[in-house]
T-cell receptor, first 113, second 108 residues
């Protein structure tokens, strides 16, 4: 069974640009969460989607947004990129509600220059 | 302010040594999880502890959840180079809240 797939793996953007990251969850998983990982702040929760609805949201500015499609695939978007947005963005999927094991993808490395 | 404080942040030891990593909070969690993350990969779940005072063993790894469900520890016996990685604790409060992580390096 394929794991969580994230694309692209690596990307470089310029300040002020926007970026879209994609996540395909494990087949049958309906919940997708996004996290930002940086050396200074560690792993921080961005948002969670379940059946195309945002179920939970972290403390990030409105420049960070996401969505989930009917096939459970999810995208996150960051607009007006800042240098501090450079990070590893991790997607995780789980079967249903909280309590199930979550599985992480390998992440998308974003560098903002 | 980190809701979950992990210590130590960095640990470099020789193969065969024992070590303990701590995860502390002033808040109560319904459950606490431990993950291991290797370079270039996402975190992988090692264990979930749910009951206060619970102890779980995974080969040479022993996990304990505090009686008050506010803290946890991970003990590794006879560490091996393959144990090298970033160890993360995460508490469940609706969403998962992660500690800063402990970077473990085990030298042969």
């Amino acid at each position: 069974k394929a794991g969580v797939t994230q694309t692209p793996r690596y990307l470089i953007k310029t300040r002020g640009q926007q970026v879209t990251l994609s996540c395909s969850p494990i087949s049958g998983h309906r919940s997708v969460s996004w996290y930002q990982q940086t050396p200074g702040q560690g792993l921080q929760f961005l948002f969670e989607y379940f059946s195309e609805t945002q179920r939970n949201k972290g403390n990030f500015p409105g420049r960070f947004s996401g969505r989930q499609f009917s096939n459970s695939r999810s995208e996150m978007n960051v607009s007006t990129l800042e240098l501090g947005d450079s990070a590893l963005y991790l997607c995780a999927s789980q079967q249903g509600s909280s309590g199930n094991t979550i599985y992480f993808g390998e992440g998308s490395w974003l560098t903002v220059v | 302010t980190q809701l979950l404080e992990q210590s130590p942040q960095f640990l470099s030891i020789q193969e065969g040594e024992n070590l303990t990593v701590y995860c502390n909070s002033s808040s109560v969690f319904s459950s606490l999880q431990w993950y291991r993350q290797e370079p270039g990969e996402g975190p992988v779940l090692l264990v979930t502890v749910v009951t206060g005072g619970e102890v779980k063993k995974l080969k040479r790894l022993t996990f304990q959840f505090g009686d008050a469900r506010k803290d946890s520890s991970l003990h590794i016996t006879a560490a091996q180079p393959g144990d090298t990685g970033l160890y993360l604790c995460a508490g469940a409060r609706g969403k998962l809240i992660f500690g800063q992580g402990t970077e473990l390096s085990v030298k042969p």
